[in-house]
């Protein structure tokens, strides 16, 4: 990989470009993750490239559902693996969620490099290799997830999701946590907390708020969760990449 300049304007960009590359290499990314990176990016340049505030609010909010919930599940795929492996692991730890491989293009090849990837990065338990149950209301692939998982977690963080399952999974009445540069998509239309940010900057943000809400009362939490307004979060992401309305 050729060596990125700290001071490239567009460094960070770069450096998650590589990325998605490598893991495509290491078999950890499939092909359409490229495509899905390369519209993720197109988002991110029209919202300034940073955090805003509305999802830094999102991503506190985020944190108050994990460290309520009694079963929290972190989804990963091909992307986020590549993109934020330790970044997972950490954010596992600090809330107490469980990790799950769940991928939209199903190899039980690449399920077992993703699960081995996160290992490496420090992940004791990795569930979603023995999908023994299925998500009502998709086909039969796309549809396998763990019993003791995703399948029976009440608060479920899903980054980079495809529509049609997070549909599925609100459907199911768990409370969708998602992470999508698009607030037009429909993965970020159906979450409970749509959180309009670079997964890059998005996963260390929660884990951020999760430790510093550590030792908050449930009813403290339950007020962070209360007071959110995710039609408002998604207006105010939208706004920004159509009037160029920094907040
Ligand atoms: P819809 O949700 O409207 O059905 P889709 O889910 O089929 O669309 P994809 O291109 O498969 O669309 O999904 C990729 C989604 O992930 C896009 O909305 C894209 O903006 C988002 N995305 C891609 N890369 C990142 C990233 N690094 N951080 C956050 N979001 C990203
Ligand atoms: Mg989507």
């Known amino acids: 990989m050729a060596e990125i300049p700290d001071d490239h304007p567009r460094h960070d960009s770069l450096v998650t470009?590589?990325?998605?590359?490598?893991?495509?290499?290491?078999?950890?990314?499939?092909?359409?993750?490229?495509?899905?990176?390369?519209?993720?990016?197109?988002?991110?340049?029209?919202?300034?490239?940073?955090?805003?505030?509305?999802?830094d609010g999102a991503e506190r909010v985020a944190a108050?559902?994990?460290l309520l919930a009694d079963h929290p599940v972190l989804s990963v795929n091909g992307n986020v693996a590549a993109l934020v492996?330790?970044?997972?692991?950490?954010?596992?730890?600090?809330?107490g969620a469980d990790i799950e491989v769940n991928l939209f293009n199903r190899t039980e090849q690449r399920m077992q490099r993703i699960a081995d990837h996160l290992r490496d990065h420090g992940a004791e338990d990795v569930k979603g290799l023995n999908a023994d149950a299925t998500i009502p209301g998709l086909s039969h692939e796309r549809a396998k997830v763990d019993g003791d998982g995703i399948y029976a977690a009440d608060v479920v963080l899903v980054p980079l999701e495809d529509g049609d399952r997070a549909e599925a999974l609100a459907e199911m009445g768990?409370?969708?946590l998602v992470v999508d540069l698009?607030?037009?998509?429909?993965?970020?239309?159906t979450a409970a907390v749509p959180i309009v940010d670079n997964i890059i900057r998005a996963i260390p943000a929660i884990t951020?708020?999760?430790?510093?809400?550590?030792?908050a009362s449930r009813d403290e939490l339950r007020q962070i969760v209360a007071e959110f307004d995710r039609g408002a979060a998604?207006?105010?992401?939208?706004?920004?990449?159509?009037?160029?309305?920094?907040?």
């Open 64 to 66: 108050a559902h994990l």
């Open 17 to 55: 470009r590589h990325r998605i590359e490598a893991g495509v290499e290491q078999g950890i990314t499939s092909k359409q993750g490229l495509i899905a990176q390369g519209r993720g990016e197109a988002f991110d340049y029209l919202l300034g490239e940073e955090t805003t505030p509305t999802a």
């Open 85 to 95: 492996p330790g970044e997972i692991v950490a954010l596992a730890e600090v809330t």
């Open 208 to 215: 951020e708020h999760a430790t510093a809400l550590r030792d």
């Open 234 to 247: 998604l207006d105010a992401a939208e706004q920004r990449i159509r009037n160029g309305d920094f907040e």
């Open 182 to 189: 698009n607030p037009m998509s429909r993965s970020a239309q």
């Open 174 to 176: 768990k409370t969708e």
